[in-house]
């Protein structure tokens, strides 16, 4: 079962579908780091 | 009188022949891959299951070298990864919310609990409806439980037939999965003093024991764009 090429309209919504995780994965890494940070800062 | 299927491709004698063996080789890897997927779903047994995974994935691979007409490779990987990723989700959080009392439940999530999330250890099994105490936490392991986790296995499963309600529910539990984590990580953060305070591996253990579930989202871009004519209705 080969997959077949891809469409241009495909294409681009992949592309705004990558570029919408990468805001997502932002956003959770931001959370990590002010976890990181208050773990610097208090007493864990 | 000549069969119309009676058509001869390649090394294949006919497309009959060539559909038997196709069948035959995908359930022959789906065997091995499903129980793999069901040992791995335990979470404790997950060692167990791995090897078995790997051998499913490793027969459907052969099948498709050998041009027999099987599933597509990222089709497999990722029905199977939502289902494991549900099934592990599904397995901790009902046991904190029907079955806290258990003793399964008291050593599993309260080890957890002591590790990584004090939600599973701090006046664990002192609220009215028992289980995790965290603030939040019981809210969204009703919400996810019944409604995304459950749906996200059935999902998987039609995803995995090639079916196109699977593909198009697939899609569906993948977007309930960036809400899910983005409110949920939103509630670790701001409750991270009563989840770290006390726990052996505040932060980085609790990261990356989760970063496995936070993946499945990754297939969307993959479950957009897909040639959907590959999935039957």
Known sequence: MKEQPISEQDRRRRKALIAFQIVCYGYLLTMFLIQMYMYSVRDW | ?233
């Not at chain 2, 990987?77 to 008291?106: C, E, F, K, P």
């Open chain 2, 1 to 233: 009188m000549m069969n119309t299927n009676t058509l001869t491709m390649g090394g294949m004698t006919n497309l009959d022949d060539h559909h038997l063996r196709s069948r035959q080789a995908q359930w022959q890897a789906d065997k091995w891959m499903m129980v793999g997927a069901l040992f791995l779903g335990t979470a404790v047994f997950g060692l167990i299951g791995f090897p078995l995974f790997l051998r499913g994935l490793a027969l459907q691979i052969k099948a498709q070298r050998q041009g027999l007409s099987v599933r597509p490779t990222m089709v497999t990987l990722i029905g199977y990864l939502v289902a494991i990723d549900a099934a592990l989700n599904s397995i901790g959080w009902a046991l904190d919310l029907v079955a806290h009392h258990t003793l399964l439940a008291r050593v599993f999530l309260m080890a957890w609990g002591n590790m990584f999330d004090a939600g599973y250890f701090w006046h664990y099994n002192e609220l009215w409806i028992g289980g995790a105490t965290a603030p939040g936490e019981k809210g969204w392991e009703i919400a996810l439980l019944p409604v995304v986790f459950c749906m996200r296995i059935a999902a998987a499963i039609g995803f995995l037939q090639m079916k196109r309600w699977g593909q198009q529910w697939l899609i569906i539990t993948c977007w309930f999965g960036v809400v899910a984590w983005v409110g949920y990580i939103a509630n670790m953060t701001i409750f991270a003093d009563v989840r770290y305070t006390g726990v052996v591996f505040p932060v980085i253990g609790w990261w990356l024991y989760d970063i496995f579930y936070i993946t499945p989202f990754l297939a969307l871009p993959y479950l957009h764009s897909v040639n959907r004519e590959i999935f039957t209705d």
